[in-house]
């Protein structure tokens, strides 16, 4: 699940869905009806996933076994890089019918998800989508699935189970599958609020071995945005990453604020932690600054691709620093400036595992930035550092001083 900023007026998709979603990604909250599944993948496909992520002497620990955190890459979880099919499921119910047409639905989600995930790959992830000719009825009326917030592992997977078993029934095949999506219409009485991603031991998915699913929901009142959101943010999950919001406080987002979708959804590109994990920053792109230095940062929402500073300063955890610009994914954020965060893999999804560093801590996101909505992602919308200023993080003697922003991104100097 992901939370909903209300900073602007929200858009509302036509009832029924009755459009194909504009391109680029607008930069707003993203959610959806569906449930995601991943596959183990192809072999083929098993040396592109091994490709480097976080890695050499800023690398941190993984995170505790059976976690979902901010550690590198495990092979627990499908690597995003290169090409992936998603066979989506549309699927309807015997006491409530889809209203409308399963291809428009299905590229409701579809096509924004998929130009989000390349362009802020920089083209490392082309995933393609591939939905099913028509509904496909579930066995059971959707009254009888018991579907809610904290829905429990059994009822999850009997859910994708029945709708896997339904699309085989009318003659679906997964052999090319690496990702598997479960989509019903907006009439369902499901807000995006009851989505979530959990890990299955065991689904059969036509003689496959199915490794892990998401649930992701949305009614036409939930607006366009809201719905689409989840789409994503419960696909990363399925690649690994955690829930940055505080999921103590009702999702509250004063960790990391609109800065990832795993905290506000498609306000903004991926953390640049979270780009070096998936492989698609590569180890020249990351300045491993354990004694200090100085380092470009190249925007990380740049086309050409991005780069961070990193120093990690203990097992477990690291700062990073990283340039944000209203650029690619990046085109709504509400300031620009050098993004400092930090990471610890020894903290689990949605208790704040990574932790943004305000430079203007009390402001409440000042006069640019202060009419945005709840106000913990206002607070944090001005967290960047300016040309000319400095941060201290006290608590590991590290400080990251903004030097001058260039042609190609931002020069900074960090001290210990």
Known sequence: MVPRASGRPRARGPRGVRHRPPRPLPAAVLALAAAAVTLAPAPERAAAAQRADITGPCAIAPEPRGWVGEGPYTGRHLQPLGEQTATVLMVDFPDIPARSAAAERAAFFTDPAADFLARSSYGRYRPRFAPTDGWVRMPRPWSAYGIGRRVPTATMKRYVQDAVDAAQGRGTGFAETDLLLVVADDNVPASPAVSQARTFAELDVGGRSVTAAALVFGREQDGADWQ???????????????????????????????????????????????????????????????????????????????????????????????????????????????????????????HGPVRVLDATPGSGGGSRCGAWRPPALAELWDAPVLPGGSHQHGADGVTVTVETRTEDGYRVRISR
């Open 228 to 350: 689409r959101g989840n789409f994503t943010h419960e696909t990363l999950h399925l690649f690994g990453l955690p829930d940055l919001y505080n999921a103590a406080r009702g999702a509250s987002v004063e960790f990391a604020g609109a800065w990832d979708p795993m905290s506000v959804a498609a306000r903004s590109d991926l953390l640049g932690w979270h780009k070096w994990k998936f492989g698609w920053l590569r180890d020249a792109d990351v300045g491993c600054l354990p004694d200090g230095g100085t380092w470009l940062l190249r925007p990380v929402g740049s086309a050409e691709g991005g780069s961070i500073a990193v120093v990690r300063t203990g097992e477990s955890t690291a700062l990073v620093a990283e340039a944000r610009t209203r650029t690619g994914p990046d085109s709504g954020i509400c300031t620009e400036g050098v993004l400092l965060y930090t990471v610890d893999s020894s903290v689990r999804t949605g």
